[in-house]
């Protein structure tokens, strides 16, 4: 089983920046990769952004490419979401997703296997 925990969540304002981090603990030499997913109210869950665990290919969805950016530090055990020039619509609950295996396609939430509880992110004057 692999664990993760969400933080780093909060209120702030349209333009404002706020960085997530997801800290893994458990069968983390299981992982394979790990994602950010969001969920604003009344929507579904959609993919954020997605990172090798051991490092180099990372995808960015289109709606966030070039203000948000994903990295991780292995020797902590942490995935990160970095969030710039954060807009109003930038507002849902962050969720973060490990998975085992190489399965694609990597945007869908169905082929990951674990996931943390969430972390709220209102963008709001």
């Known amino acids: 089983q692999v664990q993760l925990v969400e933080s780093g969540g909060q209120l702030v304002q349209p333009g404002g920046s706020l960085r997530l981090s997801c800290a893994a603990s458990?069968?983390?030499?299981?992982?394979?990769?790990m994602a950010w997913f969001r969920q604003a109210p009344g929507k579904e869950r959609e993919f954020v952004a997605r990172?090798?665990?051991?490092?180099?290919?990372?995808y960015v969805a289109d709606s966030v490419k070039g203000r948000f950016t994903i990295s991780r530090d292995n020797a902590e055990n942490t995935v990160y979401l970095q969030l710039n020039s954060l807009k109003p619509e930038d507002t849902a609950v962050y969720y973060c997703?490990?998975?085992?295996?190489?399965?694609?396609?990597?945007?869908?939430?169905?082929?990951?296997?674990?996931w943390g509880q969430g972390t709220q992110v209102t963008v709001s004057s």
């Open positions: 997703a490990a998975v085992e295996t190489n399965s694609r396609p990597y945007y869908s939430e169905h082929i990951y296997n674990y």
């Open positions: 990172i090798r665990y051991s490092g180099g290919t990372a």
């Open positions: 458990g069968r983390t030499f299981s992982v394979y990769a």
